[in-house]
């Protein structure tokens, strides 16, 4: 098993160069350890930044820390942090990552993604959305999520905020050719995003705010808002389907004890680092992981 998992680590190094060397992503790794998961990677911040991976030795020096995290992080994974601004090379880096887990059938690697970005190209966010299923079940906000970045969170099957500076606004025209059709482009993007949003549960009346909230400002949105947006911990389409299997294998009564579990989940998450811990939601989130398990697909 262990020799199955560095070979898949080599193959995943090998393919993320290809992308990687092109161009600045803004992607890097951590240790997953718990909820609060500080323990860091035995190299410093700056070691572990990508910048610089238009750089082919840069990029493979990054590669090789998260190889070398499954080895020696404390619970053989790593997680994967998304900061700054999202361009085109993090969508690669999310697609090619998918692609090589979904053919594997497992993810050697990787635990939860950490966003912390203030936005950037729509389409590669949603890349990186669709791309999380193989990847990671929780994204967890550290720090601020505005823009393009709320795309990647609208995707997550579990959703942690460790912050809540989570905001919008309408989409900028700036990254989009001059022409006469500008203004049908950009009804044609919201299209887009309106069934993205449809297809992982998230109410289309986050679109609304986009559409009145200027460029140049940020709509911050409230924890009631984003609950009612359908931004709560869990993704209403994804619980959706697992209340279904449950239901499916254990009938009522079993969607009954998951029922239960979700509420405590959520109210936890609601009182994170008050009434409390993230060691208490993390206990959570493993009896949820162990239902995934055991209920047939």
């Known amino acids: 098993m262990l020799k199955s998992i560095y070979i898949i680590s080599l193959l995943l190094v090998m393919y993320f160069l290809a992308f990687l060397g092109k161009t600045s992503a803004d992607v890097s790794f951590i240790c997953s350890n718990t909820i609060e998961y500080q323990y860091k990677l035995r190299n410093s911040a700056g070691e572990t930044d990508c910048s610089g991976c238009t750089k082919e030795s840069n990029a493979k020096h990054l590669m090789g820390i998260a190889v070398e995290g499954v080895r020696h992080c404390p619970h053989r994974r790593v997680d994967i942090v998304v900061s700054d601004t999202i361009d085109e090379a993090d969508g690669h880096f999310f697609h090619v990552a998918s692609s090589i887990n979904s053919a594997a059938g497992i993810n050697p690697i990787f635990n939860r993604v950490i966003l912390n970005s203030r936005g950037g190209n729509i389409n590669a966010a949603m890349v990186i959305g669709r791309s999380l299923e193989n990847i990671a079940d929780e994204v967890v906000v550290d720090g601020e999520c505005y823009s393009a970045c709320v795309l990647v969170l609208v995707a997550a099957k579990r959703r942690i ?137």
């Not at 001059?178 to 044609?188: A, H, T, V, Y």
């Not at 993007?189 to 449809?198: A, H, L, Q, T």
């Open 161 to 297: 905020y460790l912050t809540e500076r989570v905001g919008v606004h309408m989409i900028s025209s700036t990254s989009m050719p001059l022409s006469d059709s500008l203004g049908e482009e950009i009804d044609r993007s919201y299209g887009v995003i309106e069934k993205y949003f449809r297809d992982n549960g998230v109410s289309t009346s986050l679109i609304e705010m986009m559409r009145v909230t200027p460029t140049i400002k940020i709509r911050i949105l409230t924890q009631d808002e984003m609950i009612d947006a359908g931004l709560g911990f869990f993704n209403t389409t994804y619980l959706e389907k697992l209340m279904y299997r449950m239901r499916e294998w254990r009938g009522e009564h079993g969607v009954s004890r998951l029922s239960d579990l979700v509420r405590d989940i959520e109210s936890c998450e609601r009182a994170l680092y008050t009434s409390c811990t993230g060691g208490e939601l993390a206990e959570y989130v493993e009896i949820l992981n162990l239902y995934e398990k055991e209920i047939p697909r």
